[in-house]
């Protein structure tokens, strides 16, 4: 079985061959050189979220769950038309990996953008971390694909791997020596297990789940560097895997199915540092360790940050306006930023909600204002929770967000 197994994986990795996308600009290490607005002063990202490829590989429903979210990509991508593809973290379910295959299913998620030279670029989530695979494993995957823009700039045991910014260029800029016109972050919440470690029991090594303080600090530092580079506040987007503290007390305000138009099902939603310990232990002793403070102070400081896209709860969709302090947080935003939830876009991983993909829509004249449009494309074809993330979002009204279901039609539970 396990063979077969193997087989049937590097049968369909052989299929796939990189393609293309677009000439490379003059100063770009990247081969399709920097990512641009459109002539008509847009910029779409497509976020596809808890995909779960590589469940339960030696049953018949764990390769059919994976093919159907094959065609939940290729439908949402048939009707939108991102600039950017965004696999905002749990693109594997590590545990049900064998060392030996364990990635070989990226080239199986990346296939529909490589078919339509689209470029992509990943940020981790806890599934992504197992003893079989991890951050560092998956991305040397990745960067065998040209149209990757994944990378790592942070370093350090416990930083993770996806941390890292792209620049957006107007569409009249020839290289990357320009200013960006929006700058967009990914980060690595980490979670999961620790690669190839095991303890003095034989039990996996936890690792922490949560944005590392390091990380925080460079994303503080870099971002007061590109602004003093550029003389300007440049509006900006961030990605990560696993939602801070912030967005669970926010759920316990209220979602308002009207002002923040999404599913909210999962409740109460698992947080950065959720069963951590504020002294480091993870034993199961404690809730909570507030270990992601550090980066909810920085998301909350960086001036011109407008939203940060987060999935891990397959059952929450919307996005809500951080603007105040918080009961029992010491963190007050300085700056208004929307914490957003994506939409499960695979067959694997739990829950049955109709699988999607949210967009997310930058037009330069709204940038101005540091203003988004965002709506969720379903597998139906359907638009739910179109919203424009400006000021007066959280009091601007929508129609509230169907609680719609889809089941995997070829797979024998």
């Not at 990745?142 to 996806?162: C, I, K, L, P, Y």
């Not at 957006?168 to 190839?196: H, N």
């Amino acid at each position: 079985m396990f063979l077969t197994v193997l087989a049937t994986l590097a049968c369909a990795a052989s299929t796939l061959e990189a393609k293309p996308l677009a000439k490379k600009f003059a100063n770009s290490t990247n081969p399709f050189g920097p990512l641009t607005f459109k002539s008509d002063g847009t910029f779409q990202i497509s976020i596809f979220e808890d995909l779960h490829f590589g469940e339960n590989a030696w049953d018949q429903w764990g390769p059919q769950q994976d093919i159907n979210s094959v065609k939940v990509i290729n439908k949402i991508l048939d009707a939108e038309s991102p600039g950017l593809v965004v696999l905002n973290g749990d693109l594997i379910t590590g545990e049900n990996g064998f060392l030996e295959n364990s990635t070989s299913y990226v080239d199986q998620i990346v296939g529909p953008l490589v078919d339509r030279g689209l470029t992509w670029a990943s940020t981790y989530g806890n599934h992504d971390y197992d003893f079989n695979i991890s951050g560092s494993t998956i991305l040397a995957r990745e960067q065998t694909w040209h149209n990757s823009r994944t990378t790592q700039m942070v370093f350090g045991e416990d930083a993770g791997v996806s941390n890292y910014y792209l620049p957006v260029y107007g569409s009249d800029c020839t290289d990357d020596t320009c200013a960006p016109e929006l700058i967009l972050w990914f980060f690595d919440s980490k979670g999961g297990f620790r690669y190839q470690q095991k303890d003095e029991s034989g039990e996996r090594v936890g690792q922490p789940n949560w944005v590392d303080f390091i990380v925080a600090d460079w994303f503080l530092q870099t971002n007061a560097e590109l602004r003093n580079k550029y003389g300007k506040v440049t509006p900006s987007l961030a990605f990560v895997h696993i939602p801070t503290f912030a967005s669970y007390v926010l759920q316990e305000e209220g979602i308002n199915p009207n002002t923040e138009p999404g599913i909210n099902d999962d409740v109460p939603l698992a947080p950065q540092a959720q069963g951590w310990c504020a002294d480091g232990r993870n034993d199961g002793s404690c809730d909570y360790g507030g270990q992601d403070i550090p980066f909810m102070q920085a998301i909350s400081e960086v001036p011109g940050l407008m939203a940060v896209f987060s999935g891990h709860d397959h059952g929450n969709t919307w996005c809500y306006k951080w603007d105040r302090l918080l009961p029992n947080m010491t963190v007050a935003p300085q700056n208004d930023v929307n914490l957003c939830f994506s939409q499960h876009s695979g067959y694997g991983g739990y829950g049955n909600w109709e699988r999607g993909a949210r967009q997310v829509l930058a037009t330069k004249s709204k940038l101005e204002n540091f203003e988004v449009d965002t709506w969720i494309r379903l597998e139906s074809g359907s638009v739910v929770g179109n919203v424009s993330l400006n000021g007066t979002y959280g009091s601007d009204r929508y129609p509230a967000t169907n609680d719609t279901e889809t089941y995997c039609p070829t797979c024998d539970y």
